[in-house]
């Protein structure tokens, strides 16, 4: 498809021309030139393979549009190519019930926990296929144990502890599974320095002082698998410790023997868990340097005798290396180290899947509980993942957990806290954005990780529509057999353009064909609407895929005539060539003008209420004093009630100001008396307008009456008796003015007499108040004169001195 873009856009530039790419949707986007490449498109567009589609300037890629397009198009869907994708299951095994303690022993390769087992896909582009996979623990479950152990002379104290692991181990795991095997294998460090002293006396005993150690190695195979509980004990006992000079030991040398030598170690196709021993550190990829080892670990078995002979030319595995080994054959690695080095080999266990860290005491005691733990966590945990996707193809998981919890994204490709029993499904969407360049079918698989079961998954892609199968190689309508005729047009063969591969790309002329684009010999090639292609005009396409140029110089278009209401032919009608053709009922260069009467009518069902014409739907009034959509409102006219109040009066009760000329100027209306107002007629029960009218004579007597207009005769309904006010009673209006004359004078005393006493019995209050607070004056009478006098001898005094 590309090609051939590139080919009309040179094309285009040879013409004199411009190829700008046009907007719209993605199928008209795409300028598709054959079904195949349509419907690689996305999952929306369709293929019009009908052999008439087209109309005149209408280029072969008009026929890839969405499906409501080319409906819309008038495409029959009989000829509207657009396959589905589709999911097969070929293999669909029901997951396994089956109970430890039951009779019947099944080998690992009859029981089943993962289902289905395969599947076929059938993609399309953009077309997601979505299917259920379920995954369930069957109970007893074997399990194969492979313990690795660092052999260097830090764990000396350890080995002894280990010693009597395979009956201890055994009897434990006999709790989990009836069909458990365990193995056993030791590590050093590769026999190169300056890792390990390459001393004659140091090959043979490492170690100084009195110790008696083994002869250093980089990794052997102590046991294979066995059920056999005490050979373990006894092989393990055999085993003597060694020795080597740098701190980190050269554990995944180890691993990865342990992980590719399959047939030595002898993994089944069960659960297998590798536990890795150690109170080190790790040497890696790069390490192997300061040896003089540059060749990088090939990830191959190089086991003679159970021992690794290659160590000293090939390099440490990577971290990397090692995921992908211990991935592809189903290994869970348990690593059983110190506390020194539990921070690194945390970080190492984030970096390798279905991985476990569990402390190791200094001496290894407590190294069944260990693995037990580890082993259950490793378990309760399911993580999917798949084989390499083939390019364009794209997956997604989300999972569906214990107790209803659903995860999406990376999450969604794992469940936790799962008991054996348990069952957890996923939902697992494929989807395929384009078309393989190689091969029409692929191959994936998708298995839990540590788990042997896997889903094949076989993936087939619609690359092409089925009615490409019955084309017509060297066709005659393809201009002299240029091309194929498939699927309502012609797929062009190498070198030919055109929409019937009528042009070779190497023989245009622009000055012979550009005379057969314009339009009365005029200077627009195409109207400038479109490209010249090969002396045919192909129109441009517009943003809305709805909106079409067309004819045979590109001159017409279905978007370009006159608006109403801002609608494109008001929305009565299409438009064709830049002209508007309307539907049956409207009429105007608009189709804005409608011939249908039925909204001019008026209450009394006249048109226009017999004031006016009815024009286009709308009523325009001929009497000026009328006006509304039916002519039916006056402004300035009285209203019914008022207009035809003195004719009822006067040939109702033969008053009113008309009594005299009633006979002459009343007459124009039957009327009608009824006895009471329930014989009025009712505005429910009529067919045509009433109206309810209540009145007012010079006696200030009320009269009813209705007015109506049926079948254009004016009908009056009148009540025969007047509804007139009754004359006052004087007797009780004197009685209860005086009475309340009377009422209002008590009251008024009654209050009187009311705040009197209150004023009185304050008055009191406040004289009592003062009498109890008086105080009297004890000082004498100013005008009080005592009636004794006193006198006294002025020369009583001076006696004694006389003496």
């Known amino acids: 498809m590309d090609l051939r873009l590139l080919l009309i856009a040179t094309l285009s530039v040879?013409?004199?021309?411009?190829?700008?790419?046009?907007?719209?949707?993605?199928?008209?986007?795409?300028?598709?030139?054959?079904?195949?490449?349509?419907?690689?498109?996305?999952?929306?567009?369709?293929?019009?393979?009908?052999?008439?589609?087209?109309?005149?300037?209408?280029?072969?890629?008009?026929?890839?549009?969405?499906?409501?397009?080319?409906?819309?198009?008038?495409?029959?869907?009989?000829?509207?190519?657009?396959?589905?994708?589709?999911?097969?299951?070929?293999?669909?095994?029901?997951?396994?019930?089956?109970?430890?303690?039951?009779?019947?022993?099944?080998?690992?390769?009859?029981?089943?926990?993962?289902?289905?087992?395969?599947?076929?896909?059938?993609?399309?582009?953009?077309?997601p296929q979505t299917f259920d996979l379920k995954f369930k623990r069957a109970e007893d479950y074997p399990i194969d144990l492979y313990y690795l152990m660092d052999l260097s002379f830090s764990m000396k104290d350890d080995l002894e502890n280990v010693k009597n692991l395979g009956t201890d181990l055994m009897a434990e795991m006999q709790k989990i599974t009836s069909d458990f095997k365990i193995g056993?294998?030791?590590?050093?460090?590769?026999?190169?320095?300056?890792?390990?002293?390459?001393?004659?006396?140091?090959?043979?005993?490492?170690?100084?002082?009195?110790?008696?150690?083994?002869?250093?190695?980089?990794?052997?195979?102590?046991?294979?698998?066995?059920?056999?509980?005490?050979?373990?004990n006894r092989l393990v006992s055999q085993q003597q410790i060694s020795g080597n000079l740098d701190s980190p030991e050269g554990g995944f040398d180890a691993i990865m023997q342990v992980a590719v030598c399959g047939e030595h170690i002898g993994w089944r196709d069960v659960t297998r868990l590798l536990v890795f021993s150690t109170d080190a550190g790790f040497h890696f990829a790069g390490d192997g340097k300061l040896g003089g080892i540059v060749l990088p670990n090939d990830g191959k078995c190089h086991l003679e005798n159970n021992m690794y002979t290659m160590s000293h030319y090939y390099d440490y595995p990577s971290i990397a290396h090692l995921v992908q080994k211990l991935s592809d054959n189903n290994i869970q690695t348990i690593f059983a180290v110190t506390e020194e080095f539990q921070p690194v080999y945390q970080e190492l266990k984030n970096l390798i899947p279905k991985s476990a860290v569990g402390t190791l005491s200094s001496n290894s005691s407590n190294v069944i509980k260990l693995i037990i733990d580890a082993y259950n966590s490793l378990s309760?945990?399911?993580?999917?993942?798949?084989?390499?996707?083939?390019?364009?193809?794209?997956?997604?998981?989300?999972?569906?957990?214990?107790?209803?919890?659903?995860?999406?994204?990376?999450?969604?490709?794992?469940?936790?806290?799962?008991?054996?029993?348990?069952?957890?499904?996923?939902?697992?969407?494929?989807?395929?954005?384009?078309?393989?360049?190689?091969?029409?079918?692929?191959?994936?698989?998708?298995?839990?990780?540590?788990?042997?079961?896997?889903?094949?998954?076989?993936?087939?892609?619609?690359?092409?529509?089925?009615?490409?199968?019955?084309?017509?190689?060297?066709?005659?309508?393809?201009?002299?057999?240029?091309?194929?005729?498939?699927?309502?047009?012609?797929?062009?063969?190498?070198?030919?353009?055109?929409?019937?591969?009528?042009?070779?790309?190497?023989?245009?002329?622009?000055?012979?064909?550009?005379?057969?684009?314009?339009?009365?010999?005029?200077?627009d090639i195409c109207s400038n609407n479109g490209d010249c292609v090969c002396g045919t005009c192909e129109c441009k396409k517009r943003e809305n895929p709805a909106e079409i140029y067309s004819g045979k110089y590109c001159e017409c278009d279905n978007f370009n005539c006159d608006r109403s209401n801002n609608k494109l032919c008001g929305g009565h009608g299409r438009c064709e060539c830049r002209k508007c053709i309307c539907d049956a009922n409207?009429?105007?260069?608009?189709?804005?003008?409608?011939?249908?009467?039925?909204?001019?009518?008026?209450?009394?069902?006249?048109?226009?209420?017999?004031?006016?014409?009815?024009?286009?739907?709308?009523?325009?009034?001929?009497?000026?004093?009328?006006?509304?959509?039916?002519?039916?409102?006056?402004?300035?006219?009285?209203?019914?009630?008022?207009?035809?109040?003195?004719?009822?009066?006067?040939?109702?009760?033969?008053?009113?100001?008309?009594?005299?000329?009633?006979?002459?100027?009343?007459?124009?209306?039957?009327?009608?008396?009824?006895?009471?107002?329930?014989?009025?007629?009712?505005?429910?029960?009529?067919?045509?307008?009433?109206?309810?009218?209540?009145?007012?004579?010079?006696?200030?007597?009320?009269?009813?009456?209705?007015?109506?207009?049926?079948?254009?005769?004016?009908?009056v309904f009148v009540v025969e008796q007047l509804e007139c006010p009754a004359g006052p009673d004087i007797i009780p209006i004197v009685a209860g003015v005086v009475a309340g004359i009377v009422l209002i004078g008590l009251a008024l005393l009654l209050i009187w007499k009311l705040l009197m006493i209150i004023h009185d019995r304050r008055e009191f209050a406040k004289f009592e108040k003062e009498k109890m607070n008086a105080k009297w004056d004890t000082q004498g009478n100013p005008i009080y004169k005592s009636p004794i006098n006193q006198f006294q001898n002025p020369s009583y005094g001076n006696k004694d001195a006389a003496l």
């Open 14 to 127: 040879v013409l004199g021309g411009s190829w700008a790419q046009q907007e719209g949707s993605i199928c008209i986007k795409a300028n598709a030139q054959s079904c195949g490449e349509c419907i690689q498109v996305a999952e929306s567009c369709g293929w019009c393979a009908d052999e008439k589609f087209l109309t005149v300037g209408e280029s072969k890629s008009a026929r890839c549009d969405d499906l409501e397009s080319l409906k819309k198009r008038n495409c029959a869907v009989t000829k509207i190519e657009n396959p589905r994708g589709s999911i097969s299951i070929n293999e669909n095994k029901p997951v396994t019930n089956r109970k430890k303690d039951s009779a019947d022993k099944l080998n690992p390769g009859q029981i089943t926990q993962i289902q289905p087992q395969k599947l076929t896909l059938t993609l399309r582009t953009g077309e």
């Open 184 to 232: 056993f294998g030791s590590f050093v460090e590769k026999t190169v320095m300056p890792y390990i002293s390459t001393t004659p006396a140091r090959l043979i005993n490492p170690c100084t002082g009195n110790q008696n150690c083994t002869s250093p190695f980089s990794y052997k195979n102590v046991l294979k698998l066995t059920d056999k509980g005490d050979e373990f």
């Open 380 to 523: 309760s945990e399911v993580i999917l993942e798949n084989t390499k996707l083939p390019e364009g193809v794209s997956i997604t998981y989300k999972s569906i957990c214990k107790n209803g919890v659903e995860a999406t994204g990376e999450n969604g490709r794992k469940c936790s806290n799962i008991s054996i029993g348990d069952e957890v499904s996923f939902k697992i969407s494929i989807d395929s954005q384009k078309c393989p360049s190689h091969s029409k079918n692929e191959t994936i698989k998708i298995r839990p990780l540590g788990f042997t079961e896997e889903v094949e998954i076989v993936l087939n892609f619609i690359c092409d529509c089925q009615c490409a199968k019955e084309g017509e190689p060297e066709s005659e309508k393809c201009h002299e057999g240029n091309g194929t005729f498939e699927c309502g047009a012609c797929k062009c063969n190498e070198g030919r353009i055109g929409r019937l591969c009528e042009c070779s790309k190497d023989e245009v002329r622009t000055e012979d064909l550009d005379a057969n684009c314009r339009k009365d010999n005029g200077t």
């Open 586 to 715: 409207y009429t105007g260069s608009a189709c804005d003008c409608s011939l249908d009467t039925s909204t001019c009518l008026a209450k009394n069902g006249q048109i226009c209420n017999g004031r006016g014409t009815c024009e286009c739907g709308i009523c325009k009034c001929t009497d000026a004093k009328f006006q509304g959509p039916t002519c039916e409102i006056c402004p300035t006219c009285p209203g019914v009630c008022v207009e035809h109040k003195d004719c009822v009066q006067c040939r109702a009760f033969g008053a009113g100001e008309k009594k005299d000329t009633c006979q002459r100027d009343c007459d124009y209306f039957k009327m009608f008396k009824v006895k009471d107002r329930d014989g009025l007629p009712q505005p429910t029960d009529q067919s045509f307008p009433l109206t309810h009218c209540k009145q007012r004579d010079e006696n200030d007597c009320w009269f009813y009456y209705t007015y109506a207009i049926r079948n254009q005769t004016k009908e």
